[in-house]
């Protein structure tokens, strides 16, 4: 439980539906409302999860006598009030509050003209508004920070104040002619038709704000800068940063219209066939793109084998064989064929407004299409007792909407349709009744889905480097796209331990450096040559052209995608009582720990708190017990002849000893439930009375080290999935109800 964290969500909702003669209508209207707290990221970006992750726990909150003690952030040396820091001053003298509401209406009317032919029309409409307030005041070490500049002051004054206000509004309209008949008097032939047209419109309005001079407990009221004050040095840094700081708009307007045809025909519950198709057109696409309109369409049969040879076999109740092809499209949310110009700050310089682009479009962007084949077959044997389906798919995309590196003023990358990727696998499901009787019941169900996705090509390109961005440029290219490899290969170097005092000559104290023997490769260039002495971590030279490890040894050190996945459940009854148990599991998929990285390295922070695997006595140590540095070959290896990590005084490096087996299995949700006997209720004109407990996320059985297996946090891309770095854990919850029939 964090302190000043939480959120409280109330809905309403309301449904009217009815029948006059022909005609039958549905109206509905929902209203959610949210209000959140919580502890806004600090000045260095980490939330407070991370910060009580690595801070070391000998750092107290407070002084013997009850005031905040603050400590040095990071590797700051000075003892200035401007470096110091309390994370429970900051907890208090920091928010972050968001408040949404939204509503949304429905509306359904249709006209039965005829036995077999009803017309029917759809009109939906959303809006939703979000606040988001943010604010420090002076007190934080944030604008301590900005406060505390020797050549002025970027707050001289106050706090800081933000806001970001997003409304959304959208509607689709929908109408469509249905026609449902019977062909033939012995009910045999059977007809389903559907034509129909929808238009629909999502915008999106986006103010986000930033004021400093803010002052929460006066009032919530600002400073006043006089032109006077404005002139003086010592507001110049302020002035400088006024200069710039401009509101940010931001305004989307997506529009989609289409049209579709549906038809079904079956004979005799035996054989099925459908066609769909479906034609959307787009505002997003280039002026030069002719593929503004796309064909979206499928075909599918159905054979009932079981209907067809085992009719009367009170054993195979059903056996049906499925097939189905298909092309569907799909365009991102956020792109649009016009060039988008950001304007920027005046330049005294140039006696004009600074503009760069701000989204460099593509005038022959298209549509990316994916074409789908199925397989399946559908079964029911033994009366129901055992029923379930076994698929396989292949589908392939191509015209990929990947971001090609281009240089530009403002912008470095524009979205071109390129590649072919490819999905295949096979998905099998199972339901068993294994007890069905007056008093109690007892069944399973589960499914397994083994899917490998490839890479086909990737146009012009011959691999493509994707970066996750969670040590910034620390680390970049974690990840890697190549044709014949699958999307989501985490690209590295290899461990090799670590550097012994047998890998080097000796310590030259006239040049305060180790060197290493010739025959030793040096990953210098990688960790930082500052860091290279014994203890230091060792990389696996790869190429093994040279001694020297760089880019040429990285390679593919992990996959995130799973070799199976699904779940299963079980469920029973005895009299009143019930039971459910919902399990999910993943089997072989790799996790990118980049906790694991961050928290065994102490490069950056000196004081950090490191996990268990760095603790004393394990990790290498260049100091005696005096705290002397040591430099003597034959004392330093007695000093660390039983530790068995590195030294954490080295650089973020990406390697293989990160990447952990994800595989889990979790029990997502348990529920118990009574219900009270009718011959009870029913005296008091209630039909149906139950009472029930659920628990969410009871408990997850891993070998991954990390606080979760179940993660993705690096989601700007769908090229970086599976990293895991400051995720919040998923909490454990528990509902208390009652179904309520009367």
Request: hydrophobic content about 30%; some cysteine; glycine content about 8%.
């Amino acid at each position: 439980v964090i302190r000043k964290e939480g959120k409280e969500t109330f809905t309403s909702a309301l449904k009217l539906n009815g029948t006059y003669k022909r005609f039958s209508f549905l109206f509905g209207v929902q209203f959610n409302t949210s209000e959140a707290d919580h502890v806004p990221n600090d000045a260095t970006g980490k939330n407070i999860v991370q910060y009580a992750y690595e801070t070391s726990r000998a750092i107290p909150a407070y002084n013997p006598d009850g005031t905040p003690y603050y400590y040095t952030l990071g590797n700051l040396r000075s003892t200035a009030n401007v470096n110091l820091f309390n994370m429970e001053e900051e907890m208090r003298n920091s928010k972050n509050h968001i408040s949404s509401n939204s509503v949304t209406l429905t509306g359904n009317l249709r006209w039965q003209a005829l036995d077999y032919l009803n017309v029917e029309g759809t009109i939906s409409y959303q809006s939703s508004r979000t606040n988001q307030e943010t604010t420090f005041n002076e007190k934080t070490y944030y604008i301590k920070q900005l406060d505390g500049n020797f050549d002025g002051s970027l707050c001289p004054l106050g706090g800081e104040w933000r806001n970001v206000d997003t409304r959304q509004r959208s509607y689709t309209g929908r109408m469509q002619l249905n026609f449902h008949k019977t062909l033939d008097r012995e009910g045999k032939h059977f007809l389903n038709l559907s034509l129909g047209g929808e238009i629909s419109s999502s915008k999106y309005n986006n103010l986000s704000l930033v004021e400093r001079g803010y002052y929460e407990k006066r009032g919530r009221t600002f400073a006043q800068f006089t032109p006077d004050m404005l002139k003086s040095d010592e507001y110049s840094k302020y002035l400088s940063w006024l200069s710039s700081n401009f509101p940010g708009i931001q305004d989307n307007l997506t529009n989609l219209l289409s049209g579709y045809f549906t038809a079904t025909y079956s004979y005799d519950n035996r054989y099925t066939l459908n066609f769909n198709t479906r034609m959307d057109g787009s505002n997003q696409f280039g002026s030069r793109s002719n593929e503004k309109l796309l064909p979206i369409w499928s075909i599918s049969g159905r054979w009932d084998i079981g209907n067809e040879f085992w009719k009367d076999n009170a054993n195979v109740n059903e056996l049906a064989l499925k097939l189905s092809y298909g092309k569907q499209g799909n365009m991102l949310d956020n792109q649009t064929s016009k060039m988008i110009i950001q304007k920027g700050a005046y330049d005294g310089w140039f006696d004009s407004f600074q503009s760069t682009i701000a989204h460099y479009p593509n005038p022959d962007l298209k549509w990316e299409t994916t074409v789908t084949r199925n397989v399946g077959l559908d079964y029911t044997l033994f009366g129901g007792k055992l029923t379930g389906s076994i698929e396989y798919y292949k589908n392939t995309t191509k015209d990929l909407l990947i971001a090609f590196p281009v240089s530009g003023s403002g912008y470095d990358y524009q979205y071109r349709n390129l590649g072919k990727t490819e999905n295949k696998g096979f998905e099998i499901s199972l339901t068993w009744n294994i007890i069905s009787k007056k008093n109690y019941e007892l069944s399973f169900n589960g499914n397994v889905g083994f899917n490998k996705n490839k890479v086909k090509n990737l146009g012009t390109l011959s691999q493509y480097p994707a970066s996750s961005g969670w040590a910034s440029t620390q680390i970049q290219d974690d990840f890697i796209v190549k044709p014949g490899h699958s999307v989501g290969e985490i690209y590295g170097y290899v461990t090799a331990g670590r550097y012994e005092v047998s890998d080097f000559e000796d310590y030259y104290a006239s040049g305060e450096k180790w060197v290493l023997k010739q025959d030793v490769a040096s990953n210098a260039g990688v960790i930082g040559a500052s860091y290279l002495r014994p203890g230091a971590l060792k990389l696996k030279n790869i190429d093994d052209s040279d001694n020297v490890i760089d880019e040429k040894d990285r390679t593919v050190i992990g996959n995130t995608n799973p070799k199976a996945s699904g779940g299963f459940a079980l469920s029973g009854r005895v009299y009143g009582f019930d039971l459910s148990a919902n399990f999910t599991y993943s089997i072989g998929n790799d996790v990118y720990n980049a906790n694991k990285i961050e928290y065994t390295s102490s490069y950056q922070y000196y004081y950090r708190n490191m996990i268990d695997i760095m603790a004393e006595g394990k990790r290498w140590t260049n100091l005696d017990a005096n705290g002397n540095l040591v430099n003597d070959p034959a004392q330093l290896a007695a000093l660390n002849a039983n530790t068995t990590m590195w030294s954490p005084y080295t650089s973020y490096v990406l390697t293989d000893w990160a990447v952990e087996d994800g595989s889990f299995l979790r029990l997502s949700t348990l529920t118990v439930g009574y219900t009270l006997p009718q011959s009870l209720t029913r005296k008091v004109g209630i039909n149906n009375l139950r009472f029930y407990a659920t628990c969410y996320n009871v408990f997850c059985l891993t070998g991954y080290s990390g606080f979760d297996p179940e993660v993705s946090t690096r989601n700007k891309t769908a090229l970086t999935p599976g990293v895991d770095y400051s995720a919040y854990p998923k909490s454990r919850q528990f509902v208390i109800g009652l179904n309520l029939n009367f």
